[in-house]
């Protein structure tokens, strides 16, 4: 059995696909990531990055000879994030099995925002078309996502999981426009926490923090250079309050949570691969191992099955984190 645990980055880019000479080196694909533990495979948003990763999947999974089965998470609903789902070819075999949670004010907000995306006016095949087999859902943040011997089901935050169970937490997050989902997926005692589309506070944003503790792989937004983000950059207005950080905002999670290791994601569709490598040389003087995500990257954590659980450290986790500090206030 496989024992790794493997991230593949798919798609880096923020706001809109980005080819052209310019990007070749971390890509221009919108936001994609494949996780696989063991068996299973995690996907982490549907921006274009998703469509040469569907290529692969079912190439992979006829050479097993294994039906596919994946489980699609939305950071949230955005175009970014969306776009590539129509085009992703594995949607549209009959045996596939996806599992597609995300966030939503009701259960079936990513249902509907993925119907819209193929109303007859939008695009030629409706999401009915598409001739998987879709379990489509959105979900709550108290919600723990589990895959284990059972298939994908949720449970109580706390309660104990199979040794070989892939363990997903949520955590909400209100700075960036309309709220984000930032995950954790846990598998044999190594964890990744994907934060894309955040922003970072004055003084860090410390339930992230918190949320992101001893994560071995801190996936998270660094859209902006320093003097974009305050508005000193020649052709481009201030970005404060866009939901998007800056390289120094992503390096101080990372250390304060006492990360393994940053990647830069949601690079800003206008940096050239100059300015993608700038940001990587700022993170890295505040957290050294820093890496710009690139299309192709690939990070392995040896798993280790009896290892630290690696669930968020629940004293500052969501709710109980606000409780805390409103009370003492
Ligand atoms: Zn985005
Ligand atoms: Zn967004």
């Not at 970014?80 to 075999?93: C, L």
């Not at 709550?140 to 997903?168: L, M, N, T, Y």
Request: net charge negative; aromatic share 10%; hydrophobic share 35%.
């Amino acid at each position: 059995m496989n024992e790794e645990l493997k991230i593949k980055f798919w798609g880096v880019r923020g706001s809109y696909p980005t080819p052209g000479a310019g990007t070749v080196k971390y890509g221009g694909n919108t936001a994609c990531v494949e996780i696989r533990a063991g068996r299973r495979t995690i996907i982490l948003d549907a921006g274009t990055g998703i469509i040469p990763l569907g290529r692969e999947l079912v190439k992979r999974t006829s050479q097993e000879k294994q039906p596919i089965e994946l489980l699609l998470l939305f950071s949230h609903l955005h175009h970014d994030h969306t776009q590539g789902f129509p085009f992703f070819v594995p949607a549209y075999i009959p045996n596939a099995k996806l599992h597609i949670f995300g966030p939503g004010g009701t259960p079936e907000t990513v249902k509907h925002v993925l119907e819209h995306n193929q109303s007859a006016e939008t695009f030629p095949l409706s999401l009915r078309d598409m001739a998987s087999v879709k379990d489509i859902e959105s979900v709550r943040e108290s919600q723990v996502i589990v895959w284990d011997e059972d298939g994908v089901h949720f449970a109580e935050s706390g309660s104990r999981s199979s040794e070989d169970a892939v363990v997903i937490h949520i955590h909400k997050s209100y700075a960036h426009p309309g709220g984000v989902y930032i995950y954790r997926i846990i598998w044999h005692g190594k964890s990744v926490v994907y934060a894309t589309d955040t922003e970072g506070y004055v003084g860090m944003d410390r339930r992230l923090a918190a949320f992101a503790r001893n994560a071995d792989v801190l996936i998270h937004d660094a859209q902006y250079s320093e003097e974009h983000y305050r508005g000193q950059l020649a052709g481009f207005p201030s970005t404060q309050g866009y939901g998007h950080s800056t390289a120094a905002m992503a390096s101080e999670v990372a250390a304060s949570a006492e990360a393994g290791e940053l990647v830069l994601f949601h690079h800003d569709p206008a940096y050239t691969d100059d300015l993608v490598a700038a940001q990587e040389s700022t993170a890295q003087k505040l957290f050294p191992d820093s890496h710009a995500a690139y299309e192709g990257l690939e990070i392995k954590l040896n798993a280790d099955p009896k290892g630290f659980s690696g669930q968020p450290d629940a004293k500052f986790a969501g709710e109980s984190w606000l409780k805390h500090n409103l009370d003492r206030k």
